[in-house]
């Protein structure tokens, strides 16, 4: 009989962490007639499920405006802050549903942005968009209007972004890519004909989290313009702007 007991005990101190390990999540009660779960975070996911009034879910983890969280029958979905901050926790105050943070620009998978500067002596701005791999590593799509002097032109380009320090608050980054470059020469000034080019880039930059969804980011690019010429170009680009992350 001793030795039951002595195995039943040992044998609770070693399920203990383990049921400490279990511990629930941050918990809130539905308030509105229903919310909806979503597949995914964002309102082109569907929905595939409703929590009904007088439920609690737990809230699992966060990215951006969109929570995902599990019910009691353990049905997880993804809820909008606009839903939750409804919510109320379980002895009645209202859920703290904060704005995003530092901990949102880390886990972020979705990026945008436009940017200003200069190509070579040329006006550009520049419209992007950017898909995260991992924390460390980007894919991104350019897409750029020039307006100089004596020509006008747009370039379009993908890019690998590779950040060695997401963590940082102003966190430094290096990118490299591929794309077409057309020009279109000013006729009025100049009789070269327009052309259409393949390019290929390398540069560094710098991005820092303003707060909530919006980041500051600044960057310089080189440029090897292959042409149909017997001589190939080199081009500096500098450009700087703000975008979010969703």
């Known amino acids: 009989m001793g030795r039951l007991v002595i195995i039943a005990f040992a044998f609770a101190v070693l399920a203990a962490p383990s049921v400490q390990a279990k511990k629930r999540h941050y918990e809130v009660?539905?308030?509105?007639?229903?919310?909806?779960?979503?597949t995914g975070p964002g309102r082109g996911y569907p929905v595939?499920?409703?929590?009904?009034?007088?439920?609690?879910?737990?809230?699992?983890?966060?990215r951006t405006d969109w929570f995902k969280v599990r019910n009691d029958r353990g049905i997880s979905g993804w809820v909008s802050a606009r839903q939750m901050a409804r919510t109320l926790e379980p002895d009645g105050q209202p859920a703290k549903i904060d704005a995003p943070g530092r901990a949102d620009f880390g886990s972020r998978r979705r990026e945008a942005g436009v940017l200003l500067g200069d190509f070579d002596g040329a006006n550009v701005i520049s419209l992007y968009g950017s898909w995260l791999f991992t924390p460390n590593l980007s894919a991104e799509l350019?897409?750029?209007?020039?307006?100089?002097?004596?020509?006008?032109?747009?370039?379009?380009?993908?890019?690998?972004?590779?950040?060695?320090?997401?963590?940082?608050?102003?966190?430094?980054?290096?990118?490299?890519?591929?794309?077409?470059?057309?020009?279109d020469p000013k006729s009025s000034l100049v009789s070269t004909p327009d052309r259409t080019d393949q390019e290929a880039h390398a540069g560094l930059g710098l991005r820092a989290h303003l707060g909530r969804r919006f980041l500051l980011r600044a960057e310089y690019k080189t440029y090897k313009v292959f042409t149909s010429r017997n001589d190939n170009e080199e081009v500096g680009e500098w450009k700087a702007g703000f975008s979010f992350f969703f």
Do not use: C
Request: charged share 15%; proline share 6%.
């Open 29 to 38: 009660v539905v308030v509105d007639p229903y919310i909806e779960l979503h």
């Open 48 to 62: 595939f499920h409703v929590v009904e009034r007088g439920e609690q879910i737990e809230v699992l983890k966060r």
């Open 142 to 183: 350019w897409g750029s209007l020039l307006t100089g002097d004596f020509s006008n032109g747009w370039m379009l380009n993908a890019n690998i972004v590779h950040t060695p320090f997401p963590d940082w608050w102003l966190s430094p980054f290096l990118t490299l890519g591929a794309g077409v470059i057309h020009v």
